[in-house]
């Protein structure tokens, strides 16, 4: 497993976001300025966390994002899904996988079903008010 852009830049506006939260929208704009991030990249990035209902956003000249709800209320494995889509440390173990015909023989399931398990347990026992200033 190794998180991407995606997810790192999905870390990156949550935790921008949390750290000058007022009440008010912030651009993607002052956030890509900030975070010395691509625009287009955090417009990516944010369209997934909206449609995962992680953040809250306005159009208009006083628009922009906002947390859905408080930082203490979200994981960092929720906010990674958003933009990973899986964590999973191996295909055979990603939501939806078809069935493997070698599981029941696989030397190494066990090892990576472990190894899922801590992965996810470490990162929803983080929450993004755990990252912020």
């Known amino acids: 497993m190794m998180i991407t852009t995606k997810g790192r830049n999905a870390l990156k506006v949550m935790i921008d976001l949390a750290n000058n939260e007022g009440g008010g929208f912030i651009s993607l704009a002052d956030i890509a300025q900030r975070q010395h991030e691509s625009l ?11 449609a995962a209902g992680l953040v809250v956003s306005a159009r208009g000249k006083s628009g922009g994002y906002k947390l859905a709800r ?61 990252l912020i200033k």
């Open 40 to 50: 287009k990249y955090l417009e990516a990035s944010a369209k997934q966390l909206s």
């Open 70 to 130: 408080p930082a203490d209320e979200y994981t960092v494995a929720e906010i990674l899904l958003s933009g990973e889509g899986t964590l999973a440390p191996v295909s055979c173990l990603e939501s939806g996988a078809a069935p493997c015909e070698n599981a029941c023989n696989c030397m190494t399931l066990p090892l990576f079903k472990e190894l899922d398990e801590v992965i996810m347990n470490f990162l929803t026992s983080k929450t993004l008010k755990d």
